[in-house]
């Protein structure tokens, strides 16, 4: 099985910052790495799939980068509606697993 | 517009059993793979199971093995997940989810089901 670590658990930040957060793989997923956004009482969004291509309607200032077991999703300048807790996925091999989250908290 | 709305989770026994249901609409789920995801109260995030646009190939993760079925009837839009042998660990809101490709990402989510197991 496929073990994604995110960190930081928390990064604490506010609006107009940037968020840098970080998904390793324990082994290479080359580029098949999702990141989602979830914010209380709500269903998972998609954010980023395959490592870089923002989803639908995602804004720019959301951008992801990486390949084989490193990842990143950068916020370039965070926004009130950005603050959620964000995970990976990777899409490679069966299970599909998903990092235990990055809590992006004011 | 794209929905996907769960239901059939109730508070359970362990031992019990349990039928979700996810009844989709805005689109056709007979062009997608579709999944259920669980997440446990305060938890992360865990895939659970999939099924081919046509049911020919299926997939669970290893705790739910012989235990959960997922089935779909695309006639009705519908995706499903028999749940037995239920045990205290698969308390957690399911989501039921559309899927791309094989190995799929998730692009549009329902608002989840609550399963509880507790005696």
């Known amino acids: 099985e496929i073990v994604l670590t995110q960190s930081p658990a928390t990064l604490s930040l506010s609006p107009g910052e940037r968020a840098t957060l970080s998904c390793r793989a324990s082994?290479?997923?080359?580029?098949?790495l999702v990141w989602y956004q979830q914010k209380p009482g709500q269903a998972p969004r998609l954010l980023v799939y395959?490592?870089?291509n923002r989803a639908t309607g995602i804004p720019a200032r959301f951008s992801g980068s990486g390949s084989g077991t490193d990842f990143s999703l950068t916020i370039s300048s965070l926004e009130s509606e950005d603050f959620a807790v964000y995970y990976c996925?990777?899409?490679?091999?069966?299970?599909?697993?998903f990092g235990g989250g990055t809590k992006v908290e004011i | 517009e794209v929905q996907l709305v769960e239901s059939g989770g109730a508070l359970v026994q362990p031992g019990g059993s349990l039928r979700l249901s996810c009844a989709a609409s805005?689109?056709?789920?007979?062009?997608?793979?579709m999944s259920w995801v669980r997440q446990a109260p305060g938890k992360g995030l865990e895939w659970v199971a999939n099924?081919?646009?046509?049911?020919?190939?299926?997939y669970y993760v290893d705790s739910v093995k012989g235990r959960f079925t997922i089935s779909r009837d695309n006639a009705e839009n519908s995706l499903f997940l028999q749940m037995n042998s239920l045990r205290v660990e698969d308390t957690a809101l399911y989501y039921c989810?559309?899927?791309?490709?094989?190995?799929?990402?998730?692009?549009?989510w329902g608002q989840g089901t609550l399963v509880t197991v507790s005696s």
């Open positions: 989810a559309r899927g791309y490709d094989r190995f799929p990402y998730f692009d549009y």
């Open positions: 805005g689109f056709t789920i007979s062009t997608f793979w």
């Open positions: 099924i081919k646009q046509d049911g020919s190939e299926i």
């Open positions: 082994q290479s997923v080359t580029r098949f």
């Open positions: 395959d490592a870089s």
């Open positions: 996925q990777q899409r490679m091999y069966w299970p599909l697993t």
